[in-house]
């Protein structure tokens, strides 16, 4: 069979993979339930011929499902402006559904959902079950997850920040400014932006030849009070920190609650670098030093992927990393000289 | 031929019009394919006779259209988690529309809006138009309107906060604390809750026997930076005021920046008090003493009156007005004596 001049149908692709169609739509949507051999030959073929769809339906709706763990702060709102941006210019509508940090609740979200036939789902943070996943997919719905919390068990598209850079760049930052004693408070230990951030903080420690001591690492749960708690323990330590970096803003805000009650001035006393560049927070007193992740360009970034895939083309990335950026405001400065502590 | 007394049906209103049912149709559900001519003369018909849907169907969609002014801050976030709980346990999508402080989005929205048929419209604060109200009404697409700034030429069923009475509360806070040159910082000059607050205001100050000074009155956006600016203007007065009612939240944290800056500590050298209560300032430090507007109650009891007129059943209250409530923190104190100012 000579190679036809124009691109393939999936009937055609399927037949000369020796598939069935099924399998070369899952291909073509980015779904991960085909072998990685099947796939690569798929690819192949489309790289070789190219791929036109079969035929050109309009979308059962015009609705992109937005799915959120919980609406709470202002980190919903940067993610709802950059989806309603990138749906408002193709005529979509932007429907918000709230799970209540309740696995259950998107069981019966899910129910609702497949018989919307939305143009696709866009999931945040964390929420929807692998289970759920499976059957999106079933209805050749499209998903992709805004800063995932978790590794799903199959490949689902996904736009981040640079987690793991952004711990290093803060921790970098703290170390240029002369800062040897540098406490983390981290985020929930399952969550992997949490665990990429921490990853960057010991490497650079580690790069620039300073010990990581265990005692400066502490467990948080990206909350403020957390945050105020786990703080108030690092600077009543007999040697404290002179330096935290928070890992998000809220618990920056509670480390500004501990200091204040301990009477330790920032950034004389001690330097706090949060993460995350919440609207919200850019009037702290001191205006907090934080890593800026860009929630909404990660919102917008991962609507046109859901677009892309809705219509049947292909990703240029699969997982997408969008760069962190330190903001350099008032809360970070040189360790004091000679340590003048209250206690 | 006589102008019908009930309502007209499509059938009726394509006759008087000469027109195909479809092309009636198509008017009173927002669709573009119909020449102006002819969508001027249906909905002139409209207007004079009114429309009745022919038979009373399910509504086409289970959708609630949210229409926010702006999406800013985490006042969104409260308001859309009122309208979510309702809607969800009524099986509803929330549809989210961000109109970006800009008034000819509303046409393009509606347009959408009309042609997905929803069960109803929340408008959040400000946004739509007169004209925009009636497109809605003339396609019998209730409408309910959350924390208007506006008072529109038709009276449109609305959900405040009791915002002259949080005004006349906070001031009145501020006066058995023992103040008595207390200053207002108000919000936009054509918002009603803005008026209504600084109402409240010079009513608590005439009720106790205090003048109202002119001086000590003035202008705000209920934006930060505008709070940070007036604050600045109150406190570098010659006889400066000991207390600041900042009418939201947002403008209070532009005073406690404009207090830091002059060296003035809060409470013990200047109190002030906000209006909202948001979920961002309760974290200020000192926390800030405001007066709660209880939004997601308020988005909730909208989210039910629009579900009534969606089901044709008469609305208890027209205007629903929810309580504020006075929330003590740490940022009112009584006045300096003896008056010690750096400046």
């Known amino acids: 069979m000579t190679a036809p001049s124009s691109p393939l149908t999936i009937a055609q692709l399927a037949q000369l993979a020796g598939v069935s169609t099924a399998t070369v739509s899952k291909v073509v949507n980015g779904r991960a339930e085909v072998s990685p051999e099947t796939r690569a030959a798929v690819e192949e073929l489309i790289r070789r011929h190219g791929y036109r769809r079969q035929r050109r339906r309009s979308p059962p709706t015009t609705l992109i499902e937005l799915v959120f763990h919980a609406l709470e702060g202002d980190y919903p709102v940067e993610i709802t402006k950059g989806v309603t941006q990138i749906a408002h210019q193709h005529h979509l509508l932007v429907g918000i559904t709230d799970l209540h940090h309740d696995p259950a609740a998107g069981d019966t979200w899910i129910d609702a959902a497949l018989a919307r036939r939305p143009t696709g789902v866009l999931a945040v943070f964390s929420g929807l079950t692998d289970h759920q996943h499976d059957r999106l997919a079933r209805r050749e719905i499209p998903l992709v997850l805004i800063d995932p919390a978790d590794a799903p068990a199959k490949t689902i598209p996904s736009v981040s920040a640079g987690n793991w850079h952004g711990g290093l760049t803060a921790t970098r930052h703290l170390i240029d400014l002369g800062h040897r004693r540098i406490a983390?408070?981290?985020?929930?230990?399952?969550?992997?932006?949490?665990?990429?951030?921490?990853?960057?903080?010991?490497?650079?420690?580690?790069?620039?030849?300073?010990?990581?001591?265990?005692?400066?690492?502490?467990?948080?749960?990206?909350?403020?009070?957390?945050?105020?708690?786990?703080?108030?323990?690092?600077?009543?330590?007999?040697?404290?920190?002179?330096?935290?970096?928070?890992?998000?803003?809220?618990?920056?805000?509670?480390?500004?609650?501990?200091?204040?009650?301990?009477?330790?001035?920032?950034?004389?006393?001690?330097?706090?670098?949060?993460?995350?560049?919440?609207?919200?927070?850019?009037?702290?007193?001191?205006?907090?030093?934080?890593?800026?992740?860009?929630?909404?360009?990660?919102?917008?970034?991962?609507?046109?992927?859901?677009?892309?895939?809705?219509?049947?083309?292909?990703?240029?990335?699969?997982?997408?990393?969008?760069?962190?950026?330190?903001?350099?405001?008032?809360?970070?400065?040189?360790?004091?000289?000679?340590?003048?502590?209250?206690?």
């Open 184 to 343: 983390i408070i981290t985020g929930p230990d399952a969550a992997l932006p949490s665990r990429a951030r921490l990853d960057g903080y010991r490497t650079a420690l580690d790069l620039a030849g300073l010990p990581t001591d265990p005692g400066l690492i502490t467990g948080g749960d990206f909350l403020i009070e957390g945050g105020r708690t786990q703080a108030h323990h690092l600077l009543t330590q007999p040697d404290p920190p002179t330096a935290i970096f928070a890992t998000n803003d809220g618990q920056a805000i509670g480390v500004y609650h501990a200091a204040a009650q301990l009477g330790l001035r920032i950034p004389d006393d001690l330097s706090v670098i949060g993460f995350d560049d919440l609207p919200s927070i850019r009037w702290t007193i001191p205006p907090l030093t934080t890593i800026r992740q860009p929630l909404t360009q990660m919102a917008a970034a991962a609507t046109t992927m859901l677009l892309h895939l809705a219509h049947h083309e292909p990703l240029p990335h699969h997982r997408l990393e969008l760069a962190t950026e330190l903001v350099i405001r008032a809360s970070t400065a040189p360790p004091p000289h000679p340590r003048r502590r209250t206690r």
